[in-house]
């Protein structure tokens, strides 16, 4: 194990439980810090604003909202927090971490710089272009007849970005012209998504399998997470509107070892080596959305943060210790760490609201299982807790359910079972997570 270091004390021994701030209040967010409440090296876990679930762990939830930078970093500098783990990628574009590191606060995820390969698509874009990473063809626009005069020549569909955040609503797939004129109207003219929608990317539509991976990178040194496979659509058999995701698990034997390397040697080893030549000194988690096409896997999209609902099943299956992960990342020891993955298949199923991703109740008493088995986990998504005690629904997304297994079929097995022990009125689930997978290991 690691020593650790307390940065707020020098008298303090070099093995001092920490304290860990997690900032954010979703699934990945309970799952974060349910690992943090496991670590041996952590005594003390706060969230900001947090959930119930990861309450019910004991976790002490402040009412910060995660992209109130002030208050977050007042709230660790007040409670002498030693290491802030942020999950969403809002804060981390604000600049979180650069505002914690003048606080001399330790922080897993990128700094601004590094945020805006998720905050600035085009930005992303000219990056991967500038270092030969293999992606589909792009350009960017601010003015709506110049993008309109481009689309009079354009292969349908074509793909109509808005290039900052947007809350996973910013992409258009454009079936033919005149809705990807409409789109370019809705965006720059009508400022459909504000600030992110000045500017545009028209894109390529890449067509393949899309899959992803996560790269923990520290400077130089990265490590690629095992594989794992969301479920963005709606209804079973991926079909229906795009959701926050839907239910994944790990591994996703979509990349084999060969496509793995080849991942590697084209987009994973150029991007780190890239960010190190543009000065960027990533220390966090780095996404990339990958299509698999006839041509190789082709990069759609960075996001400077975990998954979620991947980080449900990724999370689970490290055998080491994931704040030692995070703070190896932090301290650069990144390259010296010997990272364990549990031989284990995970599973997460989202219990969601009927009607998301559109409307939804909110409210809704939720019947929680009493008691969990060993390798069952419940993380909370979109949950709040009332004056007396009952756990409501308040979201779209309102809990997951995760399971592990010696494989894929008694890990889904045991995921839907305790799917089947959770009931409110309005329970919408998928109940094709992994099926795919599953399927092709049994023909
Ligand atoms: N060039 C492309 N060709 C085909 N499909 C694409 C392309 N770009 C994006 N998509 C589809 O649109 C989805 C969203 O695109 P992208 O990942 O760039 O946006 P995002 O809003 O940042 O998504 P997320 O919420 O996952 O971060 C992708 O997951 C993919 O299904
Ligand atoms: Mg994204």
């Known amino acids: 194990m690691k020593m650790i270091q307390n940065p707020h004390s020098e008298n303090m021994s070099e093995q001092s439980p920490l304290t860990v701030l997690v900032v954010g209040s979703g699934g990945r967010e309970h799952t974060l810090a349910w690992a943090c409440q496991k670590s041996p090296l952590v005594q003390r876990v706060i969230a900001a604003p947090g959930n119930p679930g990861m309450a019910k762990d004991g976790c002490e939830c402040e009412n910060v909202a995660a992209d109130?930078?002030?208050?977050?970093?007042?709230?660790?500098?007040?409670?002498?927090?030693?290491?802030?783990?942020?999950?969403?990628?809002?804060?981390?574009?604000?600049?979180?971490?650069?505002?914690?590191?003048?606080?001399?606060?330790?922080?897993?995820?990128?700094?601004?710089?590094?945020?805006?390969?998720?905050?600035?698509?085009?930005?992303?874009?000219?990056?991967?272009?500038?270092?030969?990473?293999?992606?589909?063809?792009?350009?960017?626009?601010?003015?709506?007849?110049?993008?309109?005069?481009?689309?009079?020549?354009?292969?349908?569909?074509?793909?109509?970005?808005?290039?900052g955040l947007a809350a996973g609503k910013g992409v258009i797939i454009a079936e033919d012209h005149e809705t990807a004129l409409q789109t370019v109207d809705d965006m720059i003219v009508g400022a459909k998504f504000g600030e992110s929608s000045k500017t545009i990317l028209i894109e390529e539509c890449l067509v393949g399998e899309e899959t992803s991976i996560h790269v923990i990178v520290s400077g130089s040194d990265y490590i690629i997470l095992p594989t794992s496979q969301d479920h963005k659509p709606i209804f079973e058999g991926d079909k229906g509107?795009?959701?926050?995701?839907?239910?994944?698990?790990?591994?996703?034997?979509?990349?084999?070892?060969?496509?793995?390397?080849?991942?590697?040697?084209?987009?994973?080893?150029?991007?780190?080596?890239?960010?190190?030549?543009?000065?960027?000194?990533?220390?966090?988690?780095?996404?990339?959305?990958?299509?698999?096409?006839?041509?190789?896997?082709?990069?759609?999209?960075?996001?400077?943060?975990?998954?979620?609902?991947?980080?449900?099943?990724?999370?689970?299956?490290?055998?080491?210790?994931?704040?030692?992960?995070?703070?190896?990342?932090?301290?650069?020891?990144?390259?010296?760490?010997?990272?364990?993955?549990?031989?284990?298949?995970?599973?997460?199923?989202?219990?969601?609201?009927?009607?998301?991703?559109?409307?939804?109740?909110?409210?809704?008493?939720?019947?929680?299982?009493?008691?969990?088995?060993?390798?069952?986990?419940?993380?909370?998504?979109?949950?709040?807790?009332?004056?007396?005690?009952?756990?409501?629904?308040?979201?779209?997304?309102?809990?997951?359910?995760?399971?592990?297994?010696s494989n894929l079929h008694e890990a889904a097995e045991k995921a839907y079972r305790l799917c089947d022990r959770i009931s409110f009125d309005s329970k919408y689930l998928r109940r094709d997570i992994g099926a795919k997978e599953l399927n092709r290991q049994t023909t």
């Open 68 to 163: 109130n930078i002030e208050e977050i970093v007042q709230l660790a500098v007040e409670t002498c927090v030693d290491l802030v783990v942020v999950g969403p990628e809002v804060p981390l574009s604000l600049g979180l971490v650069d505002a914690l590191a003048q606080a001399g606060i330790m922080a897993y995820g990128p700094k601004a710089d590094g945020a805006l390969f998720e905050a600035s698509k085009s930005h992303t874009k000219a990056f991967l272009l500038k270092y030969g990473i293999p992606t589909g063809a792009a350009d960017s626009f601010e003015d709506a007849s110049a993008a309109k005069e481009y689309l009079n020549t354009a292969a349908y569909p074509i793909v109509i970005k808005a290039d």
């Open 241 to 405: 509107p795009n959701t926050g995701g839907m239910g994944a698990y790990s591994p996703a034997d979509l990349i084999d070892d060969t496509l793995m390397q080849r991942i590697e040697a084209e987009i994973v080893k150029p991007s780190v080596d890239g960010l190190v030549a543009e000065g960027v000194d990533y220390r966090g988690t780095l996404y990339i959305g990958l299509m698999i096409t006839t041509t190789g896997p082709k990069v759609i999209e960075f996001n400077v943060r975990f998954g979620d609902p991947e980080t449900q099943v990724l999370i689970p299956r490290l055998e080491t210790d994931p704040v030692e992960i995070m703070l190896a990342t932090i301290k650069g020891e990144l390259g010296s760490l010997d990272v364990k993955i549990k031989n284990d298949y995970a599973i997460t199923v989202v219990l969601a609201s009927q009607g998301y991703p559109e409307s939804y109740p909110k409210g809704e008493i939720i019947s929680l299982p009493k008691t969990l088995e060993d390798n069952e986990m419940v993380f909370h998504a979109g949950t709040k807790k009332d004056a007396d005690g009952n756990i409501l629904t308040n979201g779209g997304r309102v809990l997951g359910a995760t399971a592990l297994g």
